[in-house]
Nanobody, 115 residues
């Protein structure tokens, strides 16, 4: 049962921008914290950003200052705007919904930043 569907990955040149979107089923979107994580080649998955149901945001390095996470509650969608992308940002990006002790993951989408 697919509950998180992502869109917006792809190839971009260094310095460029990309916007990711993730549509979640209402049962795991409403009232829950949403987030984005990424897994670079050869590395563990790491948190990128989160947004609470009230709109409070949190950003992790090294993308902090270059990204904006937001949510549209009417569309059950969470976004990740990424700017000033670097080749080291190349990774599979995943959206997630956090509900109590459970984490629901999207399918992951490749983002490749060329030098």
């Amino acid at each position: 049962q697919v509950q998180l569907v992502e869109a917006g990955g792809g190839l971009v040149q260094a310095g460029g921008s990309l916007k990711r979107a993730c549509v979640a089923a209402g049962s795991i979107f409403s009232g829950n914290t949403l987030g984005w994580s990424r897994r670079a080649p050869g590395k563990q998955r790491e948190l990128v950003a989160t947004v609470t149901s009230g709109g409070s945001t949190y950003y992790e390095e090294p993308m902090k200052g270059r990204i904006t996470i937001s949510r549209d509650n009417a569309k059950n969608t969470v976004y990740l705007q990424m700017n000033s992308l670097k080749p080291e940002d190349t990774a599979v990006y995943y959206c997630a919904a956090y509900r109590a002790l459970d984490v629901y993951w999207g399918q992951g989408t490749q983002v490749t930043v060329s030098a």
